[in-house]
């Protein structure tokens, strides 16, 4: 079964609106929460990543809330742009194996001029 | 530094075939982690090597394998191809922070 769920599957958002992707897992030894973003023909890139001791963190644009008892987390971006059109994957891992990334379905972010 | 690089890029087998990637990690990495991509499953973890030694290893079966050479360049090798194989193999450095850094990908396509 899907360790992490990620949701929407597909999102529309209008220039200068917010992004918001939901991501939610099940087990409680996930200790590492990155988003990445991939453009088609490319590998996924690192966006920004957050531990469950902290329940928000912000870089540039980009905001990574965190709701440990929820088991929940969700990406921002802020004054979305059409640059931003890609795919957003949310990922776990655990501490014992901290390489071996769980993925989200990913969503297709489409931000209209 | 020089980002992951991947050869080849593109890359068509038959079934039966088998098929070996390349991945060379950003200088100083000495982990590598590959994974699979494909627009059902979407991303699925293979295997990690470090120092030479696999590390973890996700749910495939046998067919697929890697290993790891002195320098971190990795290799990736399926054997005998299945139409499912067809995929987008992304492999992905880290040093010892948790952060992981993936190249272009090699897309493989079996006829």
């Known amino acids: 079964q899907q360790q992490v769920k990620q949701s929407p599957q597909s999102l529309i958002v209008q220039k200068g609106g917010i992004s918001i992707i939901n991501c939610a897992y099940e087990?409680?030894?996930?200790?590492?929460f990155p988003w990445y973003q991939q453009f088609p023909g490319k590998g996924p890139a690192l966006l920004i990543a957050i531990r469950p001791d902290v329940s928000e963190k912000k870089e540039g644009r980009f905001t990574i809330s965190f709701n440990k008892s929820a088991k929940q987390f969700s990406l921002h971006i802020m004054d979305s742009q059409p640059g931003d059109s890609a795919t957003y994957f949310c990922?776990?891992?655990?501490?014992?194996?901290?390489?071996?990334?769980?993925f989200g379905s990913g969503t297709k972010l489409n931000v209209k001029p | 530094k020089a980002g992951v690089t991947q050869t080849p890029r593109y890359l068509i087998k038959t079934r039966g075939q088998q098929v070996t990637l390349s991945c060379s990690p950003i200088?100083?990495?000495?982990?590598v982690s590959w994974y699979q991509q494909t627009p059902g499953q979407g991303l699925q973890f293979l295997f990690e090597?470090?120092?030479?030694?696999?590390?973890n290893k996700g749910n495939f079966p046998g067919r697929f394998s890697g290993r790891q050479f002195s320098n971190s360049r990795s290799e990736m090798n399926v054997s005998t191809l299945e139409l499912g194989d067809s995929a987008l193999y992304l492999c992905?450095?880290?040093?010892?922070?948790?952060?992981?850094?993936f190249g272009p990908g090699t897309r493989l396509t079996v006829l």
């Open positions: 087990n409680t030894a996930f200790d590492y």
């Open positions: 200088s100083g990495h000495r982990s």
């Open positions: 990922a776990a891992s655990k501490r014992e194996n901290f390489n071996k990334f769980y």
């Open positions: 090597y470090f120092s030479e030694t696999q590390r």
């Open positions: 992905a450095s880290s040093d010892t922070g948790r952060g992981q850094y």
